[in-house]
Each structure stands twice: as C-alpha cells, then as structure tokens.
C-alpha cells in the first residue's frame, strides 16, 4: 500500500475546483490543445470502475474526440438531432395517455423539442464533443460508471479552466448504427455518455445547494 498523504494545501485547492464547476453550455471558438484534452481524459481513466462487471485483462472505456471542425461532425450532429426528434414525439404521445407523465415530463419535453428542432446542445456548439463508451457487463452499471469517469474529467477541466458539459442525449445512442460505426465501436456493446469542452463565452453564476446542516442526519 502506497503512503498517500494529501496535505491542507492540497484539500483546499479540490475544494476550490469543486467550488469552482459549472455547467458552462457556451464556448469560444478558440480550440483548447489536444494536451489538454489529454489530461481531461487521463483524469476520467483514474475514475472509478465496475471491477466485477467488465473483464479487466480487455480495456472497457473509450474516448472519441470530436472537433467541432471535423467533416464527421456535421454528420454526428444530424443523426443526434435526429434521434431526439423521434424521442421528442415518443415522450409526446405516451404524456398523452399517462397524466403523471405529462405533468412531470414537460420541462424535459420541451427541452427535447428544442434539441430536435435545433440540434443537441454541446454536438457541433462547442469546439470538442467527447463521447466516452464503457463495455457493458454484469451486472449492468455501465451508466453509473461513466457518471464517475465525467465527473472526473469535468473537474479536471475545470481546473485547466476550461468549460465543459454534459451531453446526457449521447445516452441514447449506442444503439445507433450510424453513430456507433462513426465512432468505431460495435453496435449495441457500449455504455455511451457524453460531454462538450472549450473554453467558456462566460463564466454562469453559481448555482444554489442547501446547507450541509439542513440535508444531513446523523445516525450515532
Ligand atoms: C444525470 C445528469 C444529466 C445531465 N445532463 C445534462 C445535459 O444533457 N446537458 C447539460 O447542459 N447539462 C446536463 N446536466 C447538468 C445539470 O443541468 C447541471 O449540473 C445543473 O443544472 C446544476 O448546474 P451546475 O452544473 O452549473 O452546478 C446533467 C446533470 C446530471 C446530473
């Protein structure tokens, strides 16, 4: 066992990246280095994983890195649109017949909408799109992982200052054939999830979280 020892200094700078995260949804058209890049991605690899769901001796996690200014893009950017097109109806017609559906899903609704009649957020409107794709196992906690491994690359990027979001709607692509052979990965065999990276138009306000005292219960 290594002798790991994380000083005051240390702490107090991973709070201020913590702190210091945002969803940043709007970019410069400056190209951050593909060092950069790297890194982000070197910190999603140190993320955790699901040992007992994937075979370790065979790596399980992509990163496809799509520049804003890659032939490929436009193409991505159109079967993305496409897909939330036909999710948009889907959702549609079952908050039609399902009354909890249509008083809860309508934020997400018209959110869905909007990527279908604009594009996806973050596909095409940053400088970078990463889709980053985990094999799925037993048991099936594919997304959970790749939740770990975004978190760590936004940190990451945050303390590179740069700007990144999660592009939740690469979900719902791994069952793409177009999608998955522009990525090169076999049909259906990944988790996929997503997010965008540049450097930030603005930085956005802080967004709001409770106390500590008013979400915590102690048990002692
Ligand atoms: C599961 C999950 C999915 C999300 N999907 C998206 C997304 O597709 N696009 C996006 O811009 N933000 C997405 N977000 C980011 C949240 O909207 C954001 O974290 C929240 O509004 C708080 O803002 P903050 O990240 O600046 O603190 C997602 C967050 C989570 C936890």
Known sequence: ???????????????????????VRFFREEMPSKEAIGDIIRAGLLAPYAAQAVDENEYFRK???ISKNSEKMKEIAEITKNKVKIMSEQLKSQMDKNLYLKEKGESFSKRLELFANKGVLGI?????????????GIPPV?????????QNMWLKATSLDLGFHLVSATAQMGEDKDFCEILGINLGEFGLNG??????KEIPHKTSRPPVSEVIKWID
């Open 1 to 23: 066992m290594s002798d790991l020892k994380i000083s005051k200094e240390c702490s107090d700078v991973f709070n201020n990246i913590i702190e210091s995260r945002r969803s």
């Open 124 to 136: 095409g409107t940053a400088p970078y799109y990463i889709v980053v794709a985990e094999k799925k």
């Open 142 to 150: 594919e997304q959970q992982s790749l939740a770990h491994c975004l």
């Open 63 to 65: 990163f496809i890195v």
């Open 195 to 200: 997010c965008a990276v540049g450097y930030p």
